[in-house]
C-alpha cells in the first residue's frame, strides 16, 4: 500500500495530536508532508525539512491531502490554489457560510478532478442528515457550552453577563457562523449535510452552570419522520477530546477515497 503525504496547516491542540499519530504509528500508512503554522515558534519539536514557510509553496512537497486546522481565513486565501492541485479538508467548516467561497471550491474542486473533504467533527449522523437532505421539513442544532469554552469576541456578547444559563443567538447557521467563526463548525457540517446555511436553525447557550459542552440535532422529515442526535463531552478550549479521534479518523478516510468534489468523511 502506497503511503500517503499529509500536509498540516495549524499547530494546535487537534494538529498537534495528528501530527503526533501521524509521526508515531506507521501502521497508518500516513508521512508528514509539511508543516506550517502562523506562529513558527509553536513548531519548535517539528523538524525544519518539515516546516514550510510559506503556505503558497505547498505543492513542493506534493502533499496527497492538505489539511486545515487553524482558521477559516485559510479556507479564504488558500483553499482554491489548493483544489487545483491536490484534495483538501477544512476543519474550520465555518468558512463555507461565504456563499460566493462555497460555490468556488465545489467548482474548483470538480474541475480539477480533486476533493473537498468536510469533516464530520463533533456531528455524529452526518450520513444519515446527507442522504435523506430532500426529505426535512426542518432541522434544528442546538449547541450548549461552559462561557468559558466558547469564543465571544465576534459576538457581541459578554460572558461575564451570563448567571444563569441562557440562549445567546437562536437563527440562521450562516448568522451563527459569522458570530461564532471558531465555535460552531459542527453546526456549518450540519447545515451542509441537511437544509443549507440559511435554511438550518442554529442555537447557542452558554451555561456557567455546564460541565461539558453539548450538540443536539433535532430534524423532523416531510413524510412524519424524526431523527435526534444528542454528544456530551468535556470541554477543552473550544473543542473537546473526541475531535481528535475524529479529525483522525476523517483524514485515514479522506486518504482512502476516490471521489471528487465536497465529500463528507
Not at 499547530?11 to 508543516?35: K, M, Q, S, W
Request: glycine share 8%.
Amino acid at each position: 500500500m502506497q503511503r500517503k503525504r499529509v500536509g498540516l496547516i495549524g499547530f494546535g491542540f487537534i494538529a498537534g495530536f495528528i501530527y503526533n499519530e501521524i509521526t508515531t504509528r506507521p501502521e497508518l500508512g500516513l508521512d508528514i508532508a509539511f508543516v506550517w503554522n502562523r506562529s513558527p515558534e509553536r513548531m519548535k519539536d517539528v523538524p525544519s525539512d518539515l516546516i514550510l514557510e510559506d503556505l503558497s509553496d505547498f505543492a513542493s512537497t506534493s502533499p496527497d491531502l492538505v489539511v486545515e486546522m487553524s482558521h477559516p481565513d485559510i479556507s479564504r486565501n488558500y483553499a482554491k490554489a489548493i483544489l487545483q492541485k491536490t484534495n483538501y479538508m477544512m476543519l474550520s467548516v465555518t468558512a463555507m457560510a461565504d456563499p460566493q467561497l462555497e460555490a468556488e471550491l465545489k467548482e474548483t474542486a470538480e474541475a480539477n478532478g480533486t476533493t473537498l473533504f468536510i469533516p464530520h467533527g463533533a456531528m455524529v449522523g452526518v450520513d444519515n442528515l446527507n442522504e435523506a437532505r430532500d426529505n426535512w421539513a426542518d432541522v434544528t442544532i442546538t449547541f450548549k457550552k461552559p462561557p468559558a469554552n466558547v469564543d465571544l469576541s465576534e459576538s457581541g456578547t459578554d460572558a461575564a453577563e451570563a448567571g444563569s444559563a441562557q440562549v445567546i443567538y437562536d437563527g440562521s447557521v450562516r448568522g451563527a457562523a459569522a458570530k461564532f467563526p471558531r465555535n460552531v463548525n459542527s453546526m456549518a457540517t450540519c447545515a451542509l449535510a441537511s437544509l443549507g446555511f440559511d435554511q438550518t436553525r442554529g442555537i447557542m447557550i452558554i451555561d456557567p452552570n455546564a460541565t461539558a459542552m453539548s450538540a443536539e440535532v433535532v430534524a423532523n422529515g416531510k413524510d412524519g419522520s424524526l431523527l435526534e442526535i444528542r454528544k456530551a463531552e468535556p470541554a477543552v478550549g473550544v473543542s473537546s477530546p473526541g475531535m481528535l479521534t475524529s479529525q483522525l479518523g476523517s483524514i485515514q478516510r479522506a486518504v482512502a477515497g476516490a471521489n471528487t468534489g465536497l465529500v463528507f468523511v
